[in-house]
């Protein structure tokens, strides 16, 4: 599949052919797309499965509340601070090898933390269930996107793949609510371990084995310089989400996350096997592909995190009817997966990162309607609900934007970006924008200028990645 290489059409020319539809996948193919997809769902549902519990699990630990955020910490360091790291040892060493190691991590460590006996051996298992998805979601995806080729296949894959991915990180909210309710905070972890014994007796036998073909020396220095980068920027970001911006350990953390960002970008223009491709880097789909993908994995995960304080705190919604409205956007997010792909056949997937872009931003907008009163519950679901959809549209066109073109033994490091950029994400939106709304005194106030400013985000990059993309693919 080609991401629209050719220039743009005048006003009276005709709209591009539709390409012809996905071949029926087989019995076998299903079965591994299964596999990887659930693997992905499992990541995604242990971003947000804990949230509700932790303050009965803080409780049973004896863990403060300002200790309570490493819970969260201790999984998110990890996980994207090793993402770039793991997805070039796949590369390298095999990434079914790999990706059969971090599921079979993954599982112990939740099954640590489910049987936590005090604060240290919870936060231990956290960080470890964080390097088995640093290591299970590129390798994953890789695994995805090399078995799969390019075009309508993979295009319906990454359909699946992202549909669930979204739908992860919602379900994982409204079980984690039931589950604590009914079964304690261990059976949210339980659920993971469960979830990992199911998946790692499958994989062996139906995932085939892919590397490079050569045998490049590991980038050192890079992997050094990247991966502290990442553990310092996300440390900082983290931090900042629960105690500002002010503290020491915050302001040392986030300069030597970017100076380490920036002499890993040095280190990466002379080294004789980059860990990153810098042509890759320039490459336009690649670039302007994982800023649409940054930008509407930080601003959706935002959303839903102010309108979760929004719908408590203000209309005083209890965390059962909180979870249903959430529900709702899991449902259609389902909707939005299976048409994602037939867009991008359609339209192809620049136009289909653009307009979804530009859907999420116009009804985040939308979402400044919002006030005290009853309607407002109405006003915010059908609002978010409808964003959700074309925040998954946006997911499975960045991931084809970015993927597309590159060859099978650079498909690492592109998904390796792709899945960093969605780990990335997920973890500066909050800290930067939601510290707007919770720490203003008036709470609604605050909340409809996190959306203001987050409608305004999405709708820039919409343009901009329009132009970009536009620009690159004229000059091809």
Known sequence: MAI????APSPQAAPPAPRPHAPKLSSRDKLVLFVLCAAQFMVSLDFSVLNVALPVLGADLGMNQSALQWAVTAFALPSGGFLLLFGRFGDLFGRRKL??????????AS??????????????????QGVGAAAIVPTGMSLLTTTFPEGPQRDRALGI?????????????VLGGVLTDTLGWRSTMGLLTVFALLVLPLAPGLLPESRTPDRPR???????????????LIYALSTAAERGF????????LVAGVALLVAFGWIESRAAAPLV???????????????????????????????????????HLSAFRTGLVFGVQGVLSVLAGIYAPKAIGRFGARRTLVGSLAGQGV??????????????????????????????????????????????EEQGLATGLVTSTQQVGITIGIPLLGVLATTNSDLLTGTRTVLAIDAAVVLVAAALIWFGLRRGAARG
């Open 246 to 253: 002010g503290g020491a350990d915050v302001i040392v953390t």
């Open 111 to 128: 099954l640590l933390a489910t049987f936590a006996w005090d604060p240290a051996s919870f936060l231990t298992g956290r960080a470890l």
């Open 363 to 408: 009804l985040g907008a939308a979402l400044l309607g919002i006030g005290e009163g009853g309607w407002s519950v109405w006003l915010a679901t059908a609002a978010v609900s409808l964003a959700s959809m074309f925040h998954l549209g946006a997911i499975v066109s960045y991931g084809v934007t970015v993927t597309s073109g590159v060859p099978d």
């Open 277 to 315: 491709s810098l042509p890759m880097l320039r490459r336009r789909t690649v670039a302007w592909g994982n800023l649409g993908g940054l930008v509407t994995f930080s601003m959706m995960t935002t959303v839903v995190f102010v309108l979760t304080l929004y719908f408590q705190e203000i209309l």
């Open 99 to 108: 990706f059969l190691a971090g599921l079979a991590l993954f599982g112990l």
């Open 218 to 232: 590991l980038d050192i220095p890079g992997a050094v310089a990247v991966t502290g980068g990442l553990l310092a």
């Open 161 to 173: 793949s992202g549909t669930l991915l979204s739908l992860g990180f919602t379900v994982g909210m």
């Open 4 to 7: 629209d290489t050719t220039p």
